[in-house]
């Protein structure tokens, strides 16, 4: 039920000029800006004066800004006055977006996993069972 309440009240995000992904109680607002008008619509679509009416603040401290890209221009961006934290990478439903779109953090991140789990096998196992088909 909260997923569909969720759904209704970010309903007014559909009619932003920039693109926005939504999901649960993550949303993602993004569009390409290589110029100042790009990056005046983006700061637009920023401005969540709907969702201050509906007493559904967003929390400037859990929001992160990625600048994407070789050429990506950086603007200053703001949220209720206050300018969002700028990260180089941020993790998206288990896919890692780095601001020079390296996959090397992905790969690093994959890495570390197998490795904690291969640790996990050899302490739990001392001797390997072997199975005869």
Same mark, same amino acid.
């Given at each position: 039920?909260?997923? *569909?309440?969720? &759904?209704?009240?970010? =309903? ?6 920039? $693109? /926005? ?26 401005? *969540?004066?709907?969702? /201050? &009416? ?8 859990? =929001? &992160?800004? /990625?600048? =994407? ?17 700028? *990260?180089?990478?941020?993790? $998206?439903?288990? *896919? ?38």
């Amino acid at each position: 039920m909260g997923a *569909v309440l969720f &759904k209704i009240f970010l =309903c007014d995000l559909d009619n932003t000029s920039s $693109n /926005v992904s939504k999901f649960v109680d993550d949303t993602k607002v993004y569009r390409v800006v290589d110029n100042r008008l790009g990056s005046t619509q983006l700061q637009n679509d920023l401005d *969540v004066d709907w969702a /201050v &009416k509906r007493q559904m603040n967003f929390s400037v401290d859990k =929001c &992160k800004f /990625v600048h =994407c890209g070789k050429r990506s221009t950086e603007f200053e961006y703001s949220l209720y006055g206050h300018p969002p934290e700028a *990260v180089p990478s941020k993790k $998206n439903l288990g *896919v890692v977006f780095s601001n020079d779109l390296n996959v090397r953090r992905q790969c690093e991140e994959a890495y570390s996993k197998a490795s904690q789990m291969l640790g996990l096998i050899n302490r739990t196992f001392k001797n390997p069972i072997i199975y005869n088909k």
